[in-house]
């Protein structure tokens, strides 16, 4: 993309001081019409006004397709997509149904260990029992955590892929919470307009 652009740029510039000699020349020729006839004098101003006139031409095309050849960049705030992102959503309310299921196991072999009466055996029985259910529930929401956000991600870049098409996008940069943006105009962050469009994509794909 830099390469693209001070390639661009050079090429530009270049333009510019061929325009800029052009018009030096213009000049001299100004100069030079004082010591001539009316006639030859108003030929001249004829021709210099159409070379003038190709000259905005030239001008306004070279700039109209410098523009329009400019790579297309704009980005989105990872964080909120994915937060937005209604797959992500009924996930989660899913993980949550069995992140509260466990728990309510491990609540109650706990309750059952802080009764009273229960003998040393009994007691050291239901430690074991609590570890090992303790350690399924993390191992659980580590492993749910990671599955399911590859499972999001991937849906969103298939997603983002098909949307970047659409709009004829060379660049979409993701960011979180604007941290590696330094700067951006609101006009380039396109992330509440990525997310319906996701969301409609996901909605119809189901």
Known sequence: MFLQVKFERYYWLKFNLNI???IAEIVLLLKKIT???VFENKFRILII???ALFLLIVVGAATFFIANNSPKIVFVDNVKLFDGFNMTKELKKRG???FNSRKKVLDSLYAVLQQEGASEIQKEAITR???AKKQEFEAFNQQFATE???KIWSRINGYTSDFSKDKNYDFI???ENKRSVLFAKETV???NELILYINKKYEGNQ
């Open 20 to 22: 800029r000699f052009f």
């Open 35 to 37: 010591s001539k006839t």
């Open 49 to 51: 006004t159409n070379i």
């Open 96 to 98: 949550e149904q069995e």
């Open 129 to 131: 029992e609590l570890i």
């Open 148 to 150: 399911e956000s590859a």
């Open 173 to 175: 940069l993701g960011s």
């Open 189 to 191: 962050d396109i992330t």
